[in-house]
């Protein structure tokens, strides 16, 4: 895969957050697969910037362990595992729930309202078979239901975790799922907007577990 170049001239972040979001987004999506090597030579010529972000972009995305960096080979990428995938989805379960139940006691009404567009939005496209826009309004809905916990803490870690998994939940939503979940979004809003924290924590635990049992169901 050849990186998109980007103009310096034009960006408003650092090149090395650049660099770093571009070969992430890359490697999360399955564009970059696991063994691909990256040497500072090749992605200095294909995104058109220095070594300087470069290298800081692949050392960044080893503390993350999405590549590993070898003396003879420079940085292979190692990406997301099943394991990884597993792993992942068992601690959303444990704390997604927590959000949820954060969301009920201390969202917006603003927020609310959003979320309620997004499930009727994905009503509607449920309806039309474009399980491809259900899954960009599921980003947006995990996103607002992180906001409305109002734990930055709670908020990062599950911003991490959402993206790192993107792969594996596009394939269960685009697979089949997207009904489900958009109807299990739908009793998570209402007990949200009910105010009841002990229901949308139940409730969000189970749709990530249902998440996960669809994708390792698709891959068997």
């Known amino acids: 895969m050849n990186m998109k170049p980007i103009n310096e001239n034009y960006s408003v972040t650092p090149m090395r957050t650049e660099v770093f979001r571009q070969l992430e987004r890359a490697i999360l999506s399955g564009d970059l697969s696991p063994g691909t090597s990256l040497t500072e030579v090749k992605l200095c010529g294909e995104m058109g910037v220095s070594r300087t972000p470069v290298r800081e972009a692949l050392m960044q995305l080893e503390l993350e362990g999405l590549v590993k960096t070898t003396h ?15 792993d992942i989805y068992t601690i959303r379960v444990r704390i997604e729930g927590l959000a949820a139940r954060r969301a009920a006691e201390n969202i ?28 960009n309004l599921d980003n947006r809905f995990h996103e607002l239901v992180y906001e409305g916990c109002r734990s930055r ?5 599950l911003s991490l975790f959402h993206n790192y998994i993107q792969k594996a939940r596009e394939a269960t939503v685009r697979q089949g799922r ?19 924290p002990d229901e949308a924590e139940r409730l969000m635990a189970v749709h ?6 669809s994708f390792f169901e698709l891959i068997d």
């Open 72 to 86: 003879n080979k420079g940085a292979v990428v190692v990406g997301i595992s099943e394991r990884d995938v597993d």
């Open 108 to 135: 917006t009404m603003g927020e609310l309202e959003e979320l309620q567009e997004i499930v009727e939005l994905q009503e509607f496209y449920v309806g039309r078979g474009d399980n491809l826009q259900v899954w």
């Open 153 to 157: 803490p709670l908020k990062q870690i």
């Open 178 to 196: 997207a009904a489900a979940s958009t109807q299990e979004h739908r009793e998570i809003v209402n007990a949200i907007a009910r105010h009841d």
């Open 208 to 213: 990530v577990q249902n998440a996960r049992n």
